[in-house]
């Protein structure tokens, strides 16, 4: 993986060295900014070539990536010849040609997606390293599943998806088994080329001594990868370190380093890795006691971030427990919210319901009167019947047989309210004596609300009856509708 990093890091940088090395004549004349300028499509191109390659387009869509780099090798050499109108004009047309690449590529990268991670898996196990030649193999015929993506050969690319992506992880798995010896066998080599066996012999010896072990495991039982491994690792620790043991020798010899100087040295490089201890050494005291006092300054260090972290940890702990009885409160909170919301919206739904139910009640006892029998009115959820019907003898309060009628009305009009309590008014005009008029009030009423009891069946507990006489009149006696209007008897049903 880090190889391949270099590789995208160094042709993200070609554009620039290709473009200098071309112009390079020219920059005695003219800066390099205005060549820039001057051939501005083909470095344009040149830069997108780069960053397509780095993204695996010249795999994903090798047909229309390589009509790109044909073109720039058109557009630099008409540059060369300072023939600006068909450099560019080549660039443009490798432009175009990237423009088309880059969108196969992508066409081809959803279509191999799964080609494309076990690549990567391989790469990251070191197949780039250990077995080139046979990564190089496999690209190539990924190069053909791209090319049949630009052609439109979708189904074949298809065919061709499972082995490719097969192919792919078996190299990452030989990688991952056999990697590790490999790899250690290229840093012993890489530590003999670094001089590690002159510079370093006591080292490198070991880093051989591991490597020897982990190829005789693996002659001696091929299953033993784990055995073998383990070695291989040891020896890659001791080739890397003896390498760069031979380097640091190697710059002493250069910098011709007594022992002195190294002892300086190393005190020096002691003094800048432990500065942020703040411990001030001074290399006045034996080295059993300076290092003595780095390692306790260090393991102090440790405990104090041990016991930070597990006060952190504690915290957290806290925190979350904290949280989570945070959460359940507001969780209790929008149960309780959300169940008076309920309530709120079903108490709303009963009120819209009973007030529609009234609304019906009164418009069924409205019908049930004709104006010249009662007049009818709601007063919020109570019923008033003003009855002006009553044919009472003049003087009299007994009920006549032509008011059953009108009664019946008035009991039917009272059980459309169940359980309602209902007052009885009586009411008379001015003539005649106020003491004689509020008896006679008091009496009709009381006779009414015998009827309602006796006759209609409402229970004597829920009616009342009372007389006023001539104290509330509705309207002028002066004439004869008047008085008549006055000589009434009220029923008021209490629904609350």
Not at 216 to 230: G, I
Not at 237 to 261: C, N, W
Request: glycine share 4%; proline share 2%; aromatic share 6%.
């Amino acid at each position: 993986m880090e190889e391949y990093a270099l590789r995208t890091q160094w042709l993200r940088s070609l554009p620039v060295l290709c473009f200098g090395i071309l112009m390079g004549c020219a920059t005695t004349q003219v800066s390099q900014e205005q060549i820039r300028e001057k051939f501005s499509d083909l470095a344009k191109l040149e830069q997108n070539i780069a960053e397509a390659e780095a993204a695996d387009v010249n795999l994903l869509a090798p047909g229309s990536f390589s009509s790109a780099k044909t073109s720039l090798g058109m557009a630099t050499t008409a540059a060369r010849k300072d023939q600006v109108e068909s450099a560019n004009k080549h660039a443009r047309q490798g432009l175009k040609a990237l423009e088309q690449a880059n969108a196969d590529a992508e066409r081809a990268r959803e279509l191999l997606k799964e080609v494309l991670v076990a690549r990567q898996r391989a790469y990251d196990a070191g197949a780039k390293t250990l077995f080139d030649e046979e990564l190089r193999i496999l690209e190539t015929d990924l190069a053909d599943a791209g090319n049949l993506v630009e052609r439109n050969k979708v189904e074949d690319a298809k065919r061709a998806r499972p082995e490719l992506k097969d192919s792919f992880l078996a190299l990452e798995l030989k990688a991952v088994k056999e990697g590790t010896v490999q790899l250690a066998k290229a840093a012993v080599k890489n530590a003999a080329s670094a001089g590690a066996d002159d510079f370093a012999p006591k080292m490198y010896a070991k880093a051989e001594e591991q490597l020897l072990l982990a190829t005789n495991t693996l002659d001696a039982d091929r299953t033993q990868r784990d055995k073998a491994n383990t070695h291989a690792r040891q020896a890659i620790i001791f080739a890397d370190r003896s390498a760069e043991i031979a380097e640091l020798v190697k710059d002493f010899e250069r910098r011709k380093f007594r022992t002195e100087d190294i002892v300086i040295w190393h005190q020096n490089e002691l003094s800048t890795a432990t500065a942020p201890l703040d411990l001030g050494l001074q290399f006045t005291e034996p080295n059993e006691t300076t290092v003595s006092t780095i390692r306790t300054a260090i393991s102090k260090l440790i405990e104090d971030d041990k016991s930070n972290r597990q006060l952190a940890e504690a915290r957290a702990v806290e925190i979350d427990r904290l949280n989570r009885e945070h959460e359940a409160g507001m969780q209790s909170m929008r149960q309780r919210f959300e169940q008076e919301v309920v309530t709120r919206e079903m108490a709303q739904e009963e009120i819209t319901r009973m007030t529609k139910e009234q609304e019906e009640k009164f418009n069924r006892v409205q019908g049930m009167f004709d104006p010249k029998e009662a007049n009818v009115f709601r007063m919020r959820d109570d019923v008033l019947l003003s009855v002006h019907g009553f044919s009472f003898p003049p003087g009299k309060s007994e009920i006549s047989t032509d008011n059953f009628g009108l009664l019946n009305k008035i009991v039917h009009a009272i059980t459309e309210f169940k359980s309602a309590n209902v007052m009885i008014s009586g009411h008379t005009d001015s003539t005649g004596s106020a003491e004689k008029n509020l008896s006679l009030s008091d009496q009709r009423a009381a006779n009414v609300a015998k009827f309602l009891a006796e006759v209609g069946g409402i229970e004597p507990a829920r009616i009342s009856a009372e007389g006023f006489g001539e104290e509330r009149p509705v309207a002028s006696d002066t004439t004869p509708e008047g008085r008549a209007s006055n000589r009434r008897v009220e029923v008021l049903i209490k629904t609350q």
